[in-house]
């Protein structure tokens, strides 16, 4: 008799559930006023990537119907949804969140180029190749995507519920599901960090890299459960309500392809376990996602409604559950966390990190214990870290203990030394080889050491190291040594014309200013070694000119472009000021070597030359499609040391500067044009046809200078079309452009050009 009546209290609630759902529940719920016992209603939301995003559309439908879980699980995308309406965001709020969310950004490993220092701007997605060359081994990524974004969005929503550590006490109590790649096994995450809880349970394998918790390697909790309903039933579920967006067991002809047989067989354990925890669901809701891809994130609004429209049949049924439950007691409150902005911290710690010393991290961070934080602020300070290329990944965590709070930056060190290389070709440069390589810390820390080379016809070649002097590494001293050579397609040297190659040769130092990130500032002192060598037999037999000069300069630079390639928005203004002393020349003439001084000086003057330049070029987008630029260039010397002085003037010419001292100019070839005085404006315009497809039109209007020309003034003018294409292997370019000038020109007004692949 005590075993009946036990199985009977046991089956009490399933029975009161059936009736409530499909009889009379009114007349059966009023006999049961007694009982004071109010089931609890369970949510279970499946995973599916992109597809997940239809639960949205199923919460939608219970918030009409006035229904709301009391306890919710959540696998992979599921779990996402989940866990923010489980801390208090409503439907039309994650609906909104998933349509302005940037999802190219966020499932990948980059940040927006303006979060990147100035100082690694150059090399920042820059490369086709990244390899370490002082590690004893050279591993592959476990994904493509480390979860360097996805991590920071998730902790930046999670935020409310940093000091939480149990999710039971969470304003709905929530759990999530892993895969533990290492047992194989399934692993339930019901405590700890709930932002790296749900990155585990959504860690799709070879798309995303596992997440170590504790001492599980976790990836996708849909491989081995895509939908807890077992758990919830656990948690104190008496009513179950699934959403399931996962995959289905295909048929036979579905299974004539490689693609669904690889898919059946990655999918076989969790296929038979939602067979199980299917029988376990009172109420399934299965939204009809199948024409949409789970990889695409972009449709989100498209997603959600069909999650709405697969739960609105069940709407009735959720008003009569609600009022059904009401009438046995009332629910328990939600209390909103949702308001909770800022915390202090007891305790700041980093993990991870060997080559960077603790006090160089906290020195950028700029955290203090028991300082108000934000996740703003928070989110912020770790751009920072990772735009300095330090890490392959840092991201914060945040550990409850007895009253008190500890912040943890854990880090994933970059190697201290790495190979950079990708592949270039254009018709100034022509192909090449470019390669990079970067260390830290060689000799003392705080220091880095850069050597970029392009291996090619005409090739570049530059080394940097650099101190920093400053706990925040905003003040640093710099040694450099530059060398390359350039083709100048025309130019006029001692009433010759023709093509000229330039080779130069440069040393010196420098005291350098970082201020924030995009802003950079340096004093410098150098030795320059210049070359000219016709391309032509000279009338005048001349072989070479050469100049020794010595330069000191200040630069001030900005630069808030979101990207270096295809820009949308952002800032780029330069501002120099130059003094150059020319302190012997050297020419070769039928192999006869004359050297000038200031003694002698032949041709040639001494006198020190100052020469200022700016440009500012200022990108706007008019959604993300077309770009819009506008670019001014003012330069001006003065006491020219020489006309055949490669100090008394800038080269003109192309959109791409081929040497340092370049100014572009639509319509005729890099470093064409000669100038000693500039002024010129610029309007671009970019439209992105298709993803990652650009078309151009380019033009330019100046007035200058030359110091070869008899008129006080030239007037130029060009507009070019271009078609571009951001590939694996770098931005690539290819158009005609149309230049004018008041005076004779050497080349065709008409003149094609490309370029393809990352450049020096």
Request: proline share 4%; glycine share 8%.
């Amino acid at each position: 008799m005590d075993l009946i009546f036990k199985w009977l209290r046991g089956k009490r609630v399933l029975i009161l559930t059936l009736m409530i759902l499909f009889s009379g529940a009114d007349q059966f719920i009023a006999g049961q006023q007694s009982v004071n016992n109010r089931p609890k209603l369970g949510l279970a939301l499946s995973g599916g990537g992109a597809l997940g995003m239809a639960h949205v559309g199923v919460l939608k439908v219970m918030e009409e119907a006035g229904l709301r879980p009391d306890y919710i699980t959540g696998v992979s995308m599921g779990s996402i949804v989940g866990s923010l309406y489980s801390l208090g965001y409503n439907a039309d709020t994650m609906q909104l969140l998933f349509r302005t969310t940037d999802w190219g950004l966020i499932l990948s490993n980059n940040i927006p180029e303006n979060r990147v220092i100035f100082t690694e701007k150059r090399y920042f997605n820059n490369s086709i190749l990244a390899l370490p060359i002082l590690s004893r081994k050279v591993r592959l990524p476990s994904g493509l995507i480390n979860g360097q974004q996805i991590e920071k969005v998730l902790s930046h929503f999670t935020w409310p519920a940093a000091d939480i550590n149990d999710f039971s006490k969470m304003p709905i109590p929530f759990l999530c599901i892993g895969t533990d790649l290492i047992s194989t096994g399934k692993v339930v995450l019901k405590s700890g960090y709930l932002a790296d809880a749900i990155r585990a349970s959504m860690a799709v394998p070879s798309i995303f890299t596992p997440m170590k918790i504790d001492t599980a390697m976790l990836i996708d909790g849909g491989f081995v459960r895509n939908i807890a309903v077992s758990e919830l039933r656990e948690m104190g579920a008496d009513i179950v309500i699934g959403s399931y967006t996962g995959f289905h067991r295909y048929n036979e002809p579905e299974l004539q392809s490689i693609t669904g047989v690889l898919k059946q067989l990655g999918f076989f354990n969790s296929i038979n376990d939602y067979a199980r925890q299917k029988k376990l669901i009172d109420i399934l809701i299965e939204p009809d996602v199948k024409d949409f891809s789970s990889t695409v994130f972009t449709n989100s609004d498209s997603i959600i409604n069909r999650g709405y429209i697969a739960a609105l049949p069940f709407r009735e049924k959720f008003r009569k559950l609600a009022d059904s439950l009401n009438s046995l007691g009332p629910q328990k409150p939600v209390e909103s966390i949702l308001n909770k902005k800022a915390f202090e911290f007891d305790m700041i710690e980093v993990t991870g990190n060997e080559l960077i010393s603790d006090d160089q991290i906290l020195g950028v961070l700029d955290i203090m214990p028991g300082q108000k934080v934000t996740s703003d602020m928070l989110g912020e300070r770790i751009d920072l870290l990772y735009g300095r290329s330090w890490f392959d990944k840092v991201k914060y965590r945040v550990v409850p203990g007895n009253d008190s709070l500890k912040l943890v930056i854990e880090c994933q060190e970059k190697h201290q030394a790495m190979l950079y290389g990708s592949l270039h070709y254009d018709n100034n440069l022509m192909a090449g080889i470019l390669m990079n390589m970067s260390v830290k810390n060689l000799l003392f820390p705080r220091s880095m050491l850069d050597i970029d080379a392009f291996i090619g016809q005409y090739y570049r070649f530059r080394i940097n190291s650099t101190q920093f002097i400053d706990r925040n590494q905003s003040f640093g001293l710099s040694a450099s040594f530059n060398t390359d050579n350039t083709m100048i397609p025309v130019m006029e040297l001692q009433g010759e014309t023709g093509e000229y190659t330039m080779r130069t040769i440069n040393g010196g130092i420098s005291l350098n200013k970082r201020s924030g990130l995009n802003h950079f500032m340096s004093l410098s002192v150098n030795l320059e070694n210049t070359s000219f060598s016709p391309d032509f037999i000279t009338d005048e037999s001349v072989k070479r000119i050469t100049f020794n000069s010595v330069n000191a300069g200040f630069q001030n630079q900005i630069n808030t472009l979101d990207t270096k390639h295809f820009p949308n928005s952002g800032t780029i203004f330069q501002l120099s000021v130059n003094v150059s002393k020319l302190q012997n020349a050297k020419t070769i003439r039928d192999n006869v070597r004359n050297v000038f001084t200031d003694d002698q000086p032949g041709d040639f003057r001494f006198n020190p030359l100052w020469s200022a330049g700016g440009s500012i070029s200022q990108y706007a987008s008019s959604g993300r499609k077309v770009t819009f630029t506008i670019g001014v260039d003012v330069m001006l010397t003065y006491t020219a040391d020489s006309t055949i002085s490669p100090h008394n003037y800038y080269f003109a010419g192309g959109f791409k500067s081929p040497v340092p001292k370049s100014i572009p100019l639509t319509g005729f070839h890099p470093g064409e044009i000669q100038v000693g005085q500039f002024a010129g404006i610029r309007f671009d315009t970019d439209w992105e046809i298709h993803r990652d497809i650009h078309a151009g039109l380019l033009t330019s209007f100046a007035l200058a200078k030359e110091p070869s020309s008899k008129e006080d003034f030239t007037v130029f003018g060009g507009y070019g079309l271009s078609l571009g294409y951001m590939s694996v292997i770098g931005p690539s370019r290819i158009g005609i452009m149309h230049g004018f000038s008041s005076t004779q020109r050497y080349f065709s007004e008409l003149k094609g050009f490309i370029s393809i692949g990352f450049s020096f």
